[in-house]
């Protein structure tokens, strides 16, 4: 194992806050990403030298984010790269197929584009945290990602469609640590409010939340819990937690343990079989532990000669086949430890004047890049066989697909299109008259059947849209004028008195209002039903005026009470109840309302804002 520390201004001597390796390309060289607080991303390749250290070289210069980039992760196919900053945007970055570096914005410097050998843009951006992005880890096919951000959130998102799946939202600070679990089944975030929690990715529910650890038995007496994380005052800004690449492991920094009257700042290791404790933690004496990342390659498990020349399997703590590699940064140092034992195998430490960032693994295992605050980064390069033997066959992994809720989305979306309460085409008004007149609702009954000639010449054809109206209740004025009702197939409805009617429409909930607020009893059939009673009745002083059809006026409650005293001193606290449990009627007159059986569209889903570019 050699130690450089390039002697590079990475971002203009500004701190460096991460930096990864791409995997999946071809293997001619590795390129290396970093991001700083200058607010560009660099990418770079690093290549072995002849004294086995590594060699690095300018690629390009990525300029789109308005401040500081807090995190860079590559897509683990190779094709894209993720950047998350303080603007609260999360960037993808594609590699441009033309070998001539694209045009420099107008905002990045000159310089600094004539030094481009590469062109990449952005194909897309993922808005929807309103704080800075901290964290970000892909699946293992690229097609989704979770973020983690200062707004106490965490986001999973759909690559492929652009939108989030669902929002973690129950965090009581900052998220600054994410991963999500190679098979795809957990989704993993670390928060300053001192508290890991592990999310199914099918229920987007939250399947495990660790926080404390008791010291001692109960039969030893007294029990005392102490806090596993660190809060607020650790001086790092992240704490990056990792999965190790089968998935069998959680590995949690920033942790922290209790023993009598000292703290001891460790790293937890948490079993796939059961993540609410830990069973093992790394300890790291001197500084709080900040980020852990595993190496992509698996190992053949490290063996002794005996004295008769035998073969011998060294000790295997956690009982795999096969050996992964990991290394945990803390505030100054870099341990480096595999699954086969608890104790570390290497350890780097003051190479950095400044606390370190981030950790990055090259695809091959050949080496580990650290960034640091102080402006700088490091690089550990192994030579061949200096970490084990790769295994031939690396481990088969079943990989779940999170639920990206398409189905569900699909008929909530139909269920929408078929109860939104826009104009229907004639047909579909006969077929819902014919369907209800066999008396399941008297006033969803009545909804074609007094639909006049006008608005039915005015009812397009063509499928309706959703569209968001302005609903206000309507007076007593409004239903008053009479117009000259449609012949129906249905039952007459009759009233004996005005008061009678009036009581019916304001009194009696319907079964319909009752199950589904947005369809009650005002519907284009109440004016008829009011105009039969406010015809007989002396009690609407308006009632005799005539109009071509059902056009109630839309005026707020109080007129009902300045302009009817007499139906308002009676029916105030029916009004009142009416006001708070049901909908006002259609304000657009050639509107017809669906009918009572037909779900609601309140809850139809929200998509995020995303850019496409």
Same mark, same amino acid.
């Given at each position: 194992?050699?130690?450089?520390?390039?002697?590079?201004?990475?971002?203009?001597?500004?701190?460096?806050?991460?930096?990864?390796?791409?995997?999946?390309?071809?293997?001619?060289?590795?390129?290396?990403?970093?991001?700083?607080?200058?607010?560009?991303?660099?990418?770079?390749?690093?290549?072995?030298?002849?004294?086995?250290?590594?060699?690095?070289?300018?690629?390009?210069?990525?300029?789109?984010?308005?401040?500081?980039?807090?995190?860079?992760?590559?897509?683990?196919?190779?094709?894209?790269?993720?950047?998350?900053?303080?603007?609260?945007?999360?960037?993808?970055?594609?590699?441009?197929?033309?070998?001539?570096?694209?045009?420099?914005?107008?905002?990045?410097?000159?310089?600094?584009?004539?030094?481009?050998?590469?062109?990449?843009?952005?194909?897309?951006?993922?808005?929807?945290?309103?704080?800075?992005?901290?964290?970000?880890?892909?699946?293992?096919?690229?097609?989704?990602?979770?973020?983690?951000?200062?707004?106490?959130?965490?986001?999973?998102?759909?690559?492929?469609?652009?939108?989030?799946?669902?929002?973690?939202?129950?965090?009581?600070?900052?998220?600054?640590?994410?991963?999500?679990?190679?098979?795809?089944?957990?989704?993993?975030?670390?928060?300053?409010?001192?508290?890991?929690?592990?999310?199914?990715?099918?229920?987007?529910?939250?399947?495990?939340?660790?926080?404390?650890?008791?010291?001692?038995?109960?039969?030893?007496?007294?029990?005392?819990?102490?806090?596993?994380?660190?809060?607020?005052?650790?001086?790092?800004?992240?704490?990056?937690?990792?999965?190790?690449?089968?998935?069998?492991?959680?590995?949690?920094?920033?942790?922290?343990?209790?023993?009598?009257?000292?703290?001891?700042?460790?790293?937890?290791?948490?079993?796939?079989?059961?993540?609410?404790?830990?069973?093992?933690?790394?300890?790291?004496?001197?500084?709080?532990?900040?980020?852990?990342?595993?190496?992509?390659?698996?190992?053949?498990?490290?063996?002794?000669?005996?004295?008769?020349?035998?073969?011998?399997?060294?000790?295997?703590?956690?009982?795999?086949?096969?050996?992964?590699?990991?290394?945990?940064?803390?505030?100054?140092?870099?341990?480096?430890?595999?699954?086969?034992?608890?104790?570390?195998?290497?350890?780097?430490?003051?190479?950095?004047?400044?606390?370190?960032?981030?950790?990055?693994?090259?695809?091959?295992?050949?080496?580990?890049?650290?960034?640091?605050?102080?402006?700088?980064?490091?690089?550990?390069?192994?030579?061949?066989?200096?970490?084990?033997?790769?295994?031939?066959?690396?481990?088969?992994?079943?990989?779940?697909?999170?639920?990206?809720?398409?189905?569900?989305?699909?008929?909530?979306?139909?269920?929408?299109?078929?109860?939104?309460?826009?104009?229907?085409?004639?047909?579909?008004?006969?077929?819902?008259?014919?369907?209800?007149?066999?008396?399941?609702?008297?006033?969803?009954?009545?909804?074609?059947?007094?639909?006049?000639?006008?608005?039915?010449?005015?009812?397009?054809?063509?499928?309706?849209?959703?569209?968001?109206?302005?609903?206000?209740?309507?007076?007593?004025?409004?239903?008053?004028?009479?117009?000259?009702?449609?012949?129906?197939?249905?039952?007459?409805?009759?009233?004996?008195?005005?008061? #009678? /009617?009036?009581? =019916?429409?304001?009194?009696?909930? %319907?079964? $319909?209002?009752?199950?589904? *607020? &947005?369809?009650? +009893? !005002? @519907?284009?059939?109440?004016?008829?039903?009011?105009?039969?009673?406010? #015809? /007989?009745?002396? =009690?609407?002083?308006?009632?005799? %005026?005539? $109009?071509?059809?059902?056009? *109630? &006026?839309?005026? +707020? !409650? @109080?007129?009902?009470?300045?302009?009817?005293?007499?139906?308002?001193?009676?029916?105030?606290? =029916?009004?009142?109840?009416?006001?708070?449990?049901?909908?006002?009627?259609?304000?657009?007159?050639?509107?017809?309302?669906?009918?009572?059986?037909?779900?609601?569209?309140?809850?139809?889903?929200?998509?995020? =804002?995303?850019?496409?570019?």
């Amino acid at each position: 194992m050699k130690v450089v520390t390039c002697e590079i201004a990475w971002h203009n001597k500004e701190p460096v806050y991460s930096l990864d390796f791409q995997h999946g390309t071809d293997g001619r060289f590795h390129r290396l990403a970093t991001a700083g607080v200058d607010t560009t991303v660099r990418l770079w390749r690093v290549e072995m030298g002849a004294d086995g250290k590594a060699v690095v070289d300018f690629l390009s210069n990525l300029a789109r984010h308005t401040k500081a980039v807090n995190v860079v992760r590559f897509c683990p196919n190779g094709e894209l790269l993720a950047s998350g900053g303080d603007d609260a945007a999360v960037l993808l970055w594609k590699l441009n197929d033309c070998k001539e570096p694209e045009q420099a914005p107008v905002f990045q410097e000159d310089e600094d584009a004539l030094l481009n050998k590469e062109s990449w843009s952005v194909v897309k951006t993922l808005r929807g945290h309103i704080e800075d992005v901290y964290d970000i880890c892909w699946t293992r096919d690229g097609n989704f990602m979770v973020s983690g951000s200062v707004d106490n959130t965490a986001i999973m998102w759909d690559i492929n469609r652009g939108q989030k799946l669902c929002i973690l939202n129950d965090h009581k600070s900052y998220v600054q640590g994410v991963t999500w679990d190679p098979l795809g089944q957990y989704v993993a975030t670390l928060s300053c409010d001192r508290v890991m929690r592990v999310y199914s990715t099918h229920t987007k529910k939250k399947a495990f939340c660790v926080s404390k650890m008791s010291s001692g038995s109960a039969g030893e007496g007294e029990v005392k819990h102490y806090r596993m994380f660190h809060d607020d005052s650790m001086r790092s800004f992240f704490r990056r937690l990792s999965f190790t690449p089968d998935g069998s492991f959680l590995l949690a920094p920033a942790g922290c343990m209790e023993t009598g009257e000292n703290i001891i700042n460790t790293t937890f290791v948490f079993s796939r079989k059961g993540l609410k404790r830990p069973i093992a933690h790394l300890p790291s004496p001197a500084k709080a532990t900040l980020a852990v990342r595993c190496c992509p390659v698996y190992f053949e498990l490290r063996t002794k000669k005996g004295e008769d020349g035998s073969v011998q399997t060294l000790p295997n703590v956690f009982q795999l086949p096969y050996r992964m590699v990991f290394a945990v940064a803390s505030e100054d140092s870099v341990f480096l430890y595999d699954t086969q034992q608890t104790l570390p195998f290497g350890l780097v430490s003051n190479i950095h004047y400044h606390t370190l960032s981030d950790l990055a693994w090259s695809r091959d295992g050949s080496f580990l890049a650290v960034s640091s605050t102080d402006g700088y980064c490091s690089f550990l390069s192994f030579s061949p066989g200096e970490l084990g033997t790769p295994l031939k066959e690396p481990p088969t992994l079943e990989v779940i697909t999170p639920n990206s809720g398409l189905a569900k989305k699909g008929k909530k979306t139909s269920a929408a299109r078929t109860s939104s309460p826009v104009p229907q085409p004639p047909s579909s008004a006969k077929t819902s008259a014919t369907q209800t007149s066999h008396g399941k609702d008297a006033s969803s009954m009545l909804v074609s059947s007094v639909t006049s000639p006008d608005e039915k010449k005015s009812t397009p054809n063509t499928k309706p849209k959703l569209q968001s109206r302005r609903i206000t209740l309507n007076t007593l004025e409004g239903w008053g004028k009479s117009s000259t009702p449609k012949p129906t197939t249905s039952p007459p409805q009759t009233s004996t008195s005005g008061s #009678t /009617s009036m009581s =019916s429409i304001l009194l009696t909930p %319907t079964a $319909s209002s009752a199950t589904q *607020p &947005r369809i009650a +009893s !005002l @519907t284009p059939s109440t004016p008829k039903i009011l105009n039969s009673a406010n #015809t /007989s009745g002396p =009690s609407t002083p308006k009632s005799t %005026t005539t $109009s071509k059809g059902p056009t *109630p &006026r839309r005026v +707020s !409650l @109080t007129s009902v009470a300045s302009r009817l005293p007499a139906v308002s001193s009676v029916f105030t606290s =029916s009004a009142e109840k009416a006001k708070h449990e049901r909908p006002s009627p259609p304000s657009d007159p050639v509107c017809q309302p669906p009918e009572s059986k037909r779900p609601k569209t309140s809850d139809s889903p929200a998509t995020s =804002s995303v850019t496409q570019q």
